[in-house]
């Protein structure tokens, strides 16, 4: 009898125990192919370098002398993206998108061959005493985005961050391979990352308009197609913090 009583007991507090227990739906696909365009895409570097206010425009010229040759580089398996300083956000702040070809490896081979390269090394100490701060992460891009492609100019652009509430990723996902079909009429999508190192569950969508006005017409057309006040409801609460910065694409960006 007391060897059934403890079995008995013992059920029930796992009856009891799995009330509280989060259940988990498993995905096998989930990142493999939810999230990333797959398991070979293209890894991308988001840098973020504050400049002292009487250095920015010195600091532009340098980037404008230096970056083109990495970019153009045949043995640097890296592409400049896009390169940008902040208008309206962050101010004296500059922002600087690679994409490396074929993920770690070839930025290991980048960093490699950089620190070997006196004209970077050169490059790099001047342009260190013209920061306050800086700061990177390493990101992928969401498969239902668009490529980040050079695209003519004038255009500004809005780079929006969302720092998701960890464990929301998929959820993010799920929801927004949805709703970018919402955003895609005025060509307006440039690009949809995820960070894997730096400040993680992390979003970046990147924008852009042709001027400020543009902006506020496209975003609130959204609004007038059923289905996207949906989806802005679910998606808000997995955000912890969200910004924008409104940023003015370099000569040298091949986003203009």
């Known amino acids: 009898r007391g060897l059934g009583s403890s079995a008995r007991r013992a059920r029930e507090d796992s009856w009891l125990k799995s009330l509280f227990v989060r259940k988990v739906d498993p995905r096998k696909d989930a990142h493999s192919n939810l999230l990333a365009k797959r398991e070979t895409s293209s890894l991308y570097k988001l840098q973020f370098h504050n400049v002292k206010p009487e250095c920015l425009e010195a600091y532009n010229k340098l980037c404008q002398e230096v970056l083109p040759k990495i970019h153009e580089e045949k043995h640097y398996p890296c592409a400049l993206v896009g390169t940008w300083n902040t208008w309206y956000g962050e101010q004296d702040q500059a922002v600087h998108l690679w994409r490396y070809e074929g993920g770690y490896p070839a930025l290991n081979e980048v960093m490699s061959k950089l620190r070997q390269n ?23 891009e969401f498969s239902f985005w668009n490529e980040p492609i050079p695209r003519d100019g004038p255009n500004i652009y809005e780079l929006r961050s969302y720092q998701l509430r960890p464990g929301t990723m998929i959820e993010w996902g799920n929801y927004w391979a949805r709703a970018i079909r919402f955003r895609q009429d005025s060509n307006e999508a440039v690009g949809g990352f995820f960070s894997q190192i730096g400040q993680l569950y992390m979003v970046h969508h990147l924008w852009a308009y042709k001027d400020l006005q543009t902006r506020e017409d496209i975003r609130n057309a959204a609004w007038h197609k059923p289905g996207w006040d949906e989806l802005v409801y679910y998606t808000v609460p997995l955000i912890q913090e969200m910004e924008s910065r409104i940023m003015i694409p370099l000569k040298i960006s091949p986003l203009q």
């Not at 006196?118 to 990177?136: C, D, P, Q, W, Y």
Request: hydrophobic share 35%; proline share 0%; charged share 40%.
């Open 118 to 140: 006196k004209e970077f090394t050169e490059f790099r100490k001047e342009r260190g005493n013209m920061l306050l701060s800086r700061k990177n992460q390493l990101l992928l």
